[in-house]
């Protein structure tokens, strides 16, 4: 066992060296950053835009329980760009310039030469603004699935680090002053019920509400998990075009093996080889009165008809959410 854990040190000793070398080389300079909530395909689809390894991927580095140093903000802390400063500055300022190593947000990091940075997070849509205001160059891509597929599959997974308490957003004054104040009443009544699924219906709303009213449509690049499990190829080519440009983007390619591939938190990635969908597997298992008090909570936010009976999304009512007053 001893001489396990000296391999493992050294192991991780040369991975830091290697990343750390392509910050000092200034390998770093072409930033990606994949947002989402929790079991929204994030991991897989930084596989499927990561499939060479050009990029150093950034495995959930803003991570309160896995990563010490975000252990001083709760999940999904909301900042204005105003407030961006200070220790959340400093370290965010190691991240997005590479500079920034850990066990576990490197994990999966063993090419010798990178040319840019892949970082994947779950809980950080309502810093996603802020952060990048900061720091312009960076390109953020939020990823959305739908809200009853991911709040039943971190139902299987309650045991992980999730925000299960709806009330814990009002204890955020600025995010009431800003946005939370007109569903003050939704969230206080769903609190109350004590469902898990339903709590995390509204905690999808409101991580996804807040940075669609943030930003503008050409700021931040929305992808469906949906499509891109419909239509892989194309679909990360528009993730390429809006991080790298079209010309770029026309020479991707993705094989199946890439598409098929194992995830690193889901096991086969999008259950393509299984014999369920991970579109609408998840009407078999939620019941009327839980669906129905569920789409109550979307609609109050504008999520009402983000998805139609099959699934499949409607990219064009996220319009609706974004021009309410």
Not at 145 to 165: G, I
Not at 296 to 308: K, N, V
Request: charged share 25%; proline share 5%; glycine share 4%.
């Amino acid at each position: 066992m001893f001489g396990i854990g000296i391999k493992l040190k050294l192991k991780n000793y040369a991975k830091f060296f290697i990343v750390r070398s392509n910050y000092y080389l200034g390998n770093y300079k072409d930033t990606l950053w994949i947002i989402g909530d929790g079991r929204s395909g994030t991991t897989w689809v930084a596989n499927l835009i990561n499939h060479d390894k050009r990029y150093r991927e950034m495995f959930e580095p803003v991570h309160p329980q896995r990563v010490v140093d975000f252990n001083f903000i709760r999940p999904h802390e909301y900042c204005r760009p105003a407030d961006f400063n200070g220790k959340i500055e400093e370290i965010f300022a190691d991240i997005f310039s590479g500079k920034y190593a850990h066990k576990s947000v490197d994990r999966d990091n063993h090419t010798l030469c990178f040319k840019g940075l892949l970082i994947k997070d779950i809980f950080v849509n309502l810093l996603c603004f802020a952060a990048t205001r900061a720091y312009p160059t960076v390109k953020p891509v939020m990823l959305i699935r739908n809200p009853f597929a991911v709040a039943l599959s971190k139902q299987k997974k309650s045991h992980w680090c999730w925000e299960t308490e709806p009330m814990n957003f009002l204890l955020q004054q600025n995010l009431v002053q800003d946005y939370l104040l007109p569903f003050k009443d939704i969230i206080e009544s769903t609190s109350v019920k004590n469902d898990f699924v339903l709590n995390q219906i509204l905690i999808w709303a409101i991580i996804h509400y807040v940075p669609l009213r943030q930003f503008s449509v050409n700021e931040l690049h929305i992808c469906f998990y949906e499509q891109i499990y419909a239509s892989p190829e194309q679909e990360i080519k528009k993730i390429i075009s809006f991080a790298r440009g079209p010309e770029i983007a026309s020479r991707f390619k993705l094989g199946k093996d890439k598409i098929n591939a194992p995830s690193r938190v889901v096991g086969t990635a999008s259950n393509v080889l299984s014999g369920t969908s991970p579109i609408n597997s998840w009407q078999k298992e939620v019941s009327d009165e839980t669906y129905q008090q569920g789409l109550e909570i979307l609609r109050q936010f504008g999520f009402a008809d983000l998805y139609d009976d099959s699934s499949m999304p409607n990219p064009e009512a996220l319009l609706n959410v974004r021009k309410q007053s």
